[in-house]
């Protein structure tokens, strides 16, 4: 019976070890596959190196990257650096294993010295030579691609001062190694750089290099590199509310062309929120029009605050709009006070404008909209006179005090005589009487309000047009054979084409 | 390191000049001054930190203080706008190696003004961002921010009456120049607003004297009749407006032709 337990156990204890091996062997796996997925990105790099086209990396690659997001551990990217980086940069090599083994979130905790098990002994001497061979070329980039890789998994799990370090010797990497193909991993670095300072609160210190990059970028040609640093410069100066110096920055530097559609989305909103700081609202308003609509729809963080701006530069404007007009679907709910306050303004009542502004403070300031909101005051008092104004033909001055809420009647009299000096109002007022005679509107058509409107549509519909014609992009390998005249045609036959050409023009 | 002997007694200097209303020797005193600051290490640009750091601080941002404070009761704008300059790394940079001034808000609120009469209300917007909380609640920060809603809104009666209700003394000059603008305004926006108005009215409406109504009709082209201003005499006719419509429509359509070419 003795004998018959203990096999039993035995049997119990060999089950139990095959499923530990089990699962070592299914982590294992499950670490070279995110080892094989990075060693396939690295092949793209080589191919983008050959070909010199950094294009590849700044789509094709960065875009796979993203999606391995979720799945990247610290061992595989340790594993994935010792494998590539192994045989064919010692100084590369070391130099990320000496960043990486001082980051937290397991990337300490990996033991750097034992290596990897060798996959490919299958393949001959001649096929791992050519490998290797493919692999000089891409050190340096891949070196970075590394970078930027362990960047994204520690940017995910929060770990800001060991986001700057790596960065920081990516950068290092970076400003030796001069070639456009690793323009696109730099801008990656730079903004991960950029987030790790914001979120520690220290900004400003990084504020000095990112000017030094950017002067790097310019004299390198590097224009993702100089898109993605000028939002990062106007973003660092809009943190601290220098807007005149942000202004400054902007007007001189911006690009004439964007090769990233994202960049130009966030160029932009900041350009937007600038001449919305500075009193231009319309131009801050085509510009955050053009924001939102470039924003892709994953945004949602980015789409809301256009939108909260959006909102407040039309009231300023003195347009009223309505919801649908101003928020999508899904952004509705967290635009609440704003909403509010669009109301408020298009009441014309000051009491309840001050009341919502005072409410909702708090909410404005967090936004960075406090005193734009401020503003706004003159902007409820002149609807409100418009709303009176198209309500009555006429009406005394002492009613419309009444009405505005002000508290005397000189007070009236000079805003109404502002407000038709300004064009909000055509009226007259009788001073003698006290009485405001307002003209009621007449055909619109007879002015020229349709003309102008006509003229922005169709100016509208010509720019989308010609920036798309100029965002063309042929494809490279179709272009070689297009190119090539076709090697059959004969010397007869040209011209025999060529004298068909002038019949047709003779007769 | 205290502050060293020669930039103590030319600190005394200037303080005299300035207790004195001394306009040629506080310039003299000032630009000596300047010259000594600029030795010290831990003044911005520099911003070196040491020992004496803190003390050589606080005596630049108390020298360049009184500078701004002294140049404009003085009306002198352009070395207002200098002076503020100098002065704002004080309070925006090193704001948190230095205590805080007590006469921070009222020279904030001194800047505001001051941008508010020369009419730069961006560069007032801008400013007023850069604020910290605590400053923008400040009395004579919210003074004159009242000023500039009323000005934009146009309750031009209360600016007015404002003066009475400034809150420090460095204000009223420049509150009298405000009000010099506010009549300007005034006079334009009647010129669109009545057809005609009666002189007393006027002049209250202005607030002028009767003497100088006259000076008022002969700048903006109003004729007197009867004891009226005959203000909207003066506006020019639509007919002469016809013609720029009419050029800025050719542009247009030039333009259109232009790109339907471009295209086919």
Not at chain 2, 178 to 189: D, L, Y
Request: hydrophobic share 40%.
């Amino acid at each position: 019976m003795g004998k018959s337990n203990t096999e039993e156990g035995d049997v119990a204890m060999t089950d139990a070890n095959d499923h530990v091996e089990k699962t070592n062997k299914e982590e294992d796996s499950k670490v070279q596959t995110i080892q094989d997925k990075l060693l396939d990105n690295v092949r793209l790099i080589e191919e983008a190196v050959k070909e010199k086209e950094p294009r590849l990396i700044s789509s094709r690659l960065l875009r796979q990257t993203q999606v391995l997001k979720g799945e990247l551990t610290a061992e595989g990217i340790v594993l994935f650096v010792q494998t590539y980086l192994g045989g064919v940069g010692e100084t590369s090599l070391e130099r990320c294993q000496n960043v990486l083994k001082e980051c937290g979130h397991g990337f300490s905790e990996v033991d750097y010295e034992s290596k990897p098990e060798e996959m490919e002994q299958e393949e001959d001497g001649a096929t791992q030579k050519k490998k290797k061979k493919k692999a000089e070329i891409a050190v340096i980039e891949a070196e970075l691609y590394a970078y930027v890789v362990a960047s994204m998994y520690l940017v995910q799990n929060k770990a800001w001062s060991d986001v700057l370090r790596v960065c920081q010797v990516g950068v290092g990497v970076l400003m030796e190694h001069n070639t456009r193909i690793v323009d696109p991993m730099g801008a990656r670095l730079y903004s991960y750089m950029s987030l790790a300072s914001e979120k520690m609160g220290t900004l400003s210190q990084i504020r000095g290099m990112l000017l030094q990059l950017y002067r790097a970028a310019v004299l390198r040609h590097d224009s993702i590199g100089q898109e993605t640093l000028l939002n990062l410069l106007l973003r660092n100066y809009l943190h601290y509310k220098l807007y005149d110096q942000a202004e400054a920055l902007r007007a001189k530097a911006q690009p004439e062309t964007y090769k990233s559609s994202a960049q130009h989305c966030r160029l932009l909103y900041y350009h937007g929120r600038i001449q919305a700081v500075l009193l231009e609202y319309s131009d801050a308003k085509e510009a955050l029009v053009q924001a939102s609509r470039k924003a892709p729809l994953a945004a949602k963080g980015f789409r809301l605050q256009v939108a909260k701006w959006l909102i407040v530069v039309r009231l300023l404007l003195g347009e009223v709009p309505n919801r649908s007009e101003v928020a999508p679907a899904d952004l509705r709910s967290m635009m609440h006070p704003y909403f509010e306050l669009a109301k408020a303004v298009g009441a014309g009542d000051v009491n309840v404008f001050m009341e919502v502004a005072s409410k909702y403070q708090s909410s404005f300031e967090s936004d960075g909209l406090r005193h734009v909101v401020a503003r706004l005051r003159a902007n409820v008092i002149r609807s409100g006179v418009r709303r009176i104004a198209t309500a009555y033909s006429r009406i005394s001055l002492s009613d419309i005090s009444n009405k505005l809420g002000l508290t005397n009647v000189s007070d009236a009299e000079y805003i109404v005589s502002k407000a038709i000096r300004d064009g909000g109002i055509t009226a007259e007022l009788d001073h003698e009487t006290g009485i405001m005679t307002c003209s009621s509107v007449t055909d619109v058509y007879s002015t020229d309000e349709p003309l102008n409107a006509f003229h922005a549509r169709i100016a509208f519909c010509l720019d989308v047009y010609n920036e798309a014609y100029k965002a063309i992009r042929h494809d490279p390998k179709a272009r070689k054979t297009w190119n090539a005249w076709p090697k059959d045609v004969e010397e007869e036959d040209i011209e025999a084409i060529l004298e068909d050409f002038e019949d047709y023009f003779d007769e | 390191m205290t502050v060293p002997q020669a930039l103590q007694k030319l600190y005394s200097d200037f303080q005299n000049c300035v207790s004195k209303q001394d306009e040629s020797g506080f310039q003299a005193a000032l630009s000596s001054l300047k010259i000594e600051l600029t030795k010290l290490p831990s003044l911005p640009p520099r911003l070196e930190e040491g020992p004496g750091a803190q003390e050589e601080r606080l005596l630049a941002r108390d020298v360049y203080e009184t500078a701004v404070l002294f140049t404009s009761s003085l009306g002198d704008d352009a070395g207002f706008d200098r002076n503020f300059a100098l002065l704002k790394p004080y309070y925006l940079d090193i704001r948190d190696s230095i205590p805080a001034s007590e006469k921070e808000p009222l020279l904030w609120g001194l800047r505001l003004l001051m941008l508010l009469v020369q009419n730069r209300i961006a560069e007032f917007h801008s400013t007023l961002e850069l604020l910290p909380l605590d400053v923008v609640s400040a009395t004579e920060v919210s003074y004159v921010m009242e000023l500039e809603g009323w000005m934009m809104q146009g309750s031009y009666a209360n600016i007015g009456s404002a003066k009475s209700s400034a809150v420090s003394p460095y204000y009223i000059p420049l509150l009298d120049r405000i009000v010099t603008t506010v009549r300007n305004e005034v006079a334009s926006c009647s010129q669109a607003a009545y057809k005609k108005l009666r002189i007393e009215d006027a002049q209250k409406i202005l607030d002028i004297r009767a003497d100088e109504v006259d000076a008022y009709c002969a700048e903006y082209g109003w004729k007197k009749e009867n004891g009226y201003i005959l203000l909207q005499q003066s506006m020019q006719q639509d007919a002469l407006q016809g013609l720029p419509e009419a050029e800025r429509i050719i542009h247009n359509c030039m333009q259109y032709a232009k790109e339907l070419e471009r295209i086919i």
